[in-house]
Nanobody, 113 residues
Framework: EQVVESGGGLVQAGGSMRLSCKAP???????????VGWYRQAPGKQRELVAR???????EYADSVKGRFTISRDNSRKTSFLQMSSLKPEDTAVYSC?????WGQGTQVTVSA
């Protein structure tokens, strides 16, 4: 087990959803926190960075999700969260979490119109 995402599913436009990303202690260390990133890939499109949070807590967001998505991390629980609000159909994609250079399998998020 490396990086595991959860929380995906189907939601109506305008709704909210929270994704979780959990990693083993070795790669989600309290003492050497790595950058955590959330990426997404929609059918027929290139994978894009959605948000990331650095070891010092600084966050970055894609312009398309600013003000709607919030990334956070809890090093003691070896978990990162992506809170998504005001979801749009164009947010539909497979969302994957990265911890350093480790990738999860991804979780499907589908937003219906």
């Amino acid at each position: 087990e490396q990086v595991v995402e959860s929380g995906g599913g189907l939601v109506q436009a305008g709704g909210s959803m929270r994704l979780s990303c959990k990693a083993p202690r070795m790669i989600f260390s309290v003492y050497r926190p790595l950058t955590v990133g959330w990426y997404r890939q929609a059918p027929g499109k290139q994978r894009e960075l959605v948000a990331r949070i650095m070891s010092d807590g600084i966050t970055e967001y894609a312009d398309s999700v600013k003000g709607r998505f919030t990334i956070s991390r809890d090093n003691s629980r070896k978990t990162s969260f992506l809170q998504m609000s005001s979801l749009k159909p164009e947010d539909t994609a497979v969302y994957s979490c990265t911890v350093g250079s480790f990738w999860g399998q991804g979780t499907q998020v589908t937003v219906s119109a």
